[in-house]
């Protein structure tokens, strides 16, 4: 049986649940489209991500600068340093 169904829902988690593919539309346009687990797991717009799921994802204003080896990661007036760890591996 070789169908294409188009289903027209406002509900994201039953569209999530039913649909091989999902379309993301806002406003009438065209925002993305993927399988349900690439539009959670790897948004490709900030409207996705913050539409998909439940509870919706946060965004938080921040600036990323390279500091010798590793980052320094600012949110207003509080820097969190970020070093890269190598993990060890048994031998």
Request: aromatic share 8%; charged share 20%; glycine share 10%.
């Amino acid at each position: 049986m070789k169908t294409t169904t188009v289903y027209v829902t406002h509900d994201q988690v039953e569209a999530m649940t039913l649909a091989g593919w999902v379309v993301v539309m806002n406003d009438g346009r065209y925002r993305s489209g993927g399988t349900p687990h690439e539009l959670y797991h790897r948004p490709k717009t900030r409207f996705v991500a913050g539409f998909i799921g439940s509870p919706a994802m946060n965004f938080l204003p921040a600036r990323i600068e390279q500091n010798g080896e590793g980052l320094i990661v600012g949110f207003g007036s509080a820097d969190i340093s970020i070093r890269p760890r190598i993990p060890s591996v048994p031998a």
